[in-house]
């Protein structure tokens, strides 16, 4: 027999009587409640409904109610059995067109199609755009830029192109001084936040949440990853002894290593991948992970669909963040305004597709996250969770670096079948779970 109770926000609430004792959320105002159990916590639900099919304001007349003998049901009427159909979490909830809007997200690779599969063979050097852009420049532009130009050494990037005229080479879309690319980013952190608010009906996550995760992410993981970086380029000489701290110093070495052959321009395709997979895919997909790691670490409450909105919100802040540090070191002054629109629109979604896939597979893989006991465990664990978004990252950064866009491209859109078919598999096994669950607190290692 099905379990009636109350939000306190007015809102009723139907759960069949297995969940009894459980988590779930309000629909209306997402507060976290727990499922009473029939007679003891709650309101007698036999009651409760044979109220509201009352043909009378006070229900049956004439007779008192007793529970001694199961009374004849009378029909229960369309309305009523749509609306107790909506309130339980039934694979029918899974059917609203909006546990398919994420599917939206493929429609943000179309710019990177463009870009990716433009045969411009045309290519210039930045000395022959420099030398095109005089040639435009007025008397007084060129009279303004000689004292740099005339400069023999120690003229920077920077010093050159705030000399251009208009502080940017010609064809470019920004000066080298803008701060539009802030509002670039402002502008695409809020579409995308609105786009995720509209994925899924079962389970919602709070605007506010995702948007502290974003940011986070942003400010905070980017700080991470570069320390990583920053760590991982000392050379530590020999290593002796064991433990923890053995361990982190020969990652850190490995991290090195990995960075300079994903970099080194005459690294091989194998050696760039290896790099790219384990310093850029393995370093930037942990850090987007980081929220929904710490998160599971507590007593959790979350589903898959919660975890895919975390991780949206995060691989959301993480490309705004990245597209804003490019944008100020190679893009202004130098760039058209179509890789702005690749980078803050196509590079965010595949940041945002990578991390998602990752909070989905957490969540999939919950069960087994219980069991895990000690530091060894838990960092196969990591890679495990972790393994495809960040081979799917590595693979593209390194046919980019190649000049195999068409291959770049393939990945991407395998990046985007990786999400669906993570959200599809998730979706079957449990069709309408939102935060059903409670969880013992992990230990923290």
């Known amino acids: 027999m099905p379990i009636l109770f109350h939000c306190d926000c007015g809102k009723k609430l139907l759960a069949d009587d297995a969940l009894a004792g459980r988590m779930t959320r309000c629909p209306q105002c997402q507060s976290v409640l727990k499922i009473p159990r029939p007679g003891v916590e709650g309101e007698r639900t036999e009651d409760m409904i044979q109220a509201a099919l009352s043909p009378e304001p006070g229900g049956r007349s004439g007779s008192s109610a007793s529970y001694d003998r199961e009374p004849a049901a009378p029909p229960i009427n369309r309305p009523l059995r749509e609306t107790a159909a909506s309130l339980l979490p039934t694979p029918a909830a899974s059917r609203s ?6 599917l939206l997200l493929g429609l943000a690779l179309i710019p990177l199609v ?47 192109l705030r000399a251009m005229p208009e502080g940017k080479l010609l064809g470019a879309h920004l000066p080298r001084d803008s701060a539009m690319h802030w509002i670039y980013a402002a502008v695409t952190a809020a579409a995308f936040l609105i ?46 002894g064991r433990g923890w701290v053995v361990l982190i110093m020969l990652i850190l070495m490995f991290i090195g290593w990995s960075y300079h052959s994903a970099l080194d321009p005459e690294s091989n395709l194998i050696l760039s991948a290896i790099g790219f997979t384990f310093g850029v895919g393995l370093c930037e997909e942990l850090t987007k992970a980081l929220p929904l790691f710490f998160y599971f670490q507590r007593d959790a409450t979350m589903g898959w669909r919660g975890a895919c909105l975390w991780g949206l919100a995060s691989g959301v802040g993480f490309g705004v963040s990245e597209g804003i540090m490019y944008a100020g070191d190679h893009y202004n002054g130098i760039s058209g305004g179509e890789i702005y629109i690749v980078r803050f629109v196509s590079c965010v979604a595949l940041h945002a597709m990578w991390a998602a896939s990752v909070g989905i597979t957490i969540a999939r893989h919950l069960d087994e996250y219980e069991t895990v006991t000690d530091k060894g465990q838990f960092a ?31 990945v991407a859109v395998v990046s985007f079948g990786w999400l669906a078919m993570q959200i599809e598999l998730a979706r079957s096994v449990q069709p309408g779970a939102g935060a059903h669950r409670t969880r013992k607190p992990r230990p923290a290692y």
């Open 97 to 102: 067109i909006r546990e398919y809007a994420y």
């Open 114 to 160: 463009f870009s990716l599969l433009d045969k411009d063979e045309s290519k210039t050097t930045i000395v022959d755009r420099i030398r095109a852009t005089l040639q435009e420049a007025t008397p007084e532009q060129l009279q303004r830029a000689q004292p740099i130009l005339s400069k023999e050494e120690g003229v920077s990037l920077d010093d050159l």
């Open 195 to 240: 786009l995720t608010l509209a994925f899924f009906s079962v389970e919602r996550a709070n605007p506010l949440h995702l948007l502290g995760i974003g940011l986070f992410t942003g400010t905070v993981g980017i700080v991470f990853l570069l320390l990583v970086q920053f760590c991982s380029q000392f050379r530590f000489g020999r290593i002796y």
């Open 380 to 410: 196969l664990f990591l890679l495990r969770m972790l393994a495809v978004p960040m081979v799917l990252h590595g693979l593209y950064d390194t046919l980019l670096k190649k000049d195999m866009n068409v291959w770049a491209l393939a």
